[in-house]
């Protein structure tokens, strides 16, 4: 195998099994060299978001409820701000599909070294957007499933149920991971949305379960600090606005939103390569 000096190099990263540094180089070359079809196609999603939400929040709430301040707040003060928070997150993961489309288009060409613009990307993302649709929801109707169950557990067991529903979060977690890579497959690779849910859970095992999970998680803590950080700059700056509070979840989102999105896909690229070898998506690339 070649030394990472001699390893052959056309695009963001070199082709060879990828360490944790290649992967935040080939993150940051990927976002530097499209950035019209990434950070662009990451504000777009991110003002679309945000401008949904908040009518969403608008005609189902009332208008936008703010986090209770009180110290043991009842569920008729939570109930609004719940909802909300409901409504972002369904919109939020809906929205977020045509970036993973465009990403899933950019990074693999990226890799040999060609660049996409935000127009060819969307054309070539949009006849696979039903399939990210039903990924999204056959994820969402499993998770939601096993959930249920974990809660009628602790509701019908109460001590001895949480022992229960224990099982139930580690589906989830596992399921999470398993499941990192079927958008990349429905996208890349053709697949249908059963067929990208397996073949995602055979990639991630194929190099290992735990690699995924600890780079991820790596990577979500730190744009999650990082997000705060400005969150909290914004609301201290606009005196806790919903201006200053939109602006920074927009601001956040158009650059850390595409980042996240990279990353697992060259991690995609990485497992599939370190089982396969780099021909295959060599050939659908170009």
């Avoid at 990472?4 to 530097?32: F, K, M, W, Y």
């Avoid at 999603?45 to 009180?70: H, N, R």
Wanted: contains cysteine; proline residues 4%.
């Amino acid at each position: 195998m070649s030394t990472d000096n001699e390893a052959l190099r056309l695009g963001i990263v070199p082709l060879r099994p990828l360490t944790l540094s290649d992967l935040v180089s080939g993150t940051v070359q990927a976002l530097r060299r499209n950035p019209r079809a990434l950070f662009g196609g990451g504000l777009i999603v991110a003002v679309l978001a945000e401008l949904v939400t908040v009518a969403v929040t608008v005609l189902v709430v009332g208008g936008l409820p703010e986090v209770p301040t009180t110290a043991m707040p009842t569920f008729a003060e939570l109930r609004p701000y719940l909802i909300a928070t409901l409504i972002a997150l369904l919109v939020v993961e809906v929205m977020a599909l045509v970036l993973v489309g465009v990403v899933n288009v950019v990074v693999p060409r990226a890799v040999f070294g060609h660049v996409t613009g935000l127009r060819t990307a969307l054309s070539a993302m949009l006849p696979k957007l039903p399939r990210l649709f039903g990924i999204l929801a056959a994820i969402g109707v499993m998770m939601l499933g096993i959930a249920a169950i974990a809660v009628g557990a602790i509701a019908v067991g109460g001590e001895a149920g949480m022992l229960l529903a224990l099982p139930g979060v580690v589906a989830i977690v596992y399921l999470s991971m398993a499941f990192t890579f079927a958008a990349s497959v429905a996208v890349v690779e053709d697949k249908g949305v059963i067929e990208s849910l397996r073949r995602s859970r055979t990639l991630v095992h194929a190099v290992g379960w735990w690699r995924v999970f600890g780079i991820l998680l790596l990577a979500g803590l730190a744009t999650g600090i990082v997000s705060a950080i400005v969150g909290a700059v914004f609301e201290t700056v606009s005196g806790g606005s919903a201006l200053g509070i939109s602006l920074a979840t927009i601001l956040t989102s158009a650059v850390f939103a595409p980042a996240m999105t990279v990353l697992t896909t060259l991690l995609y690229i990485d497992h599939r390569c370190r089982s396969e070898g780099i021909e295959g998506l060599w050939r659908e690339a170009a």
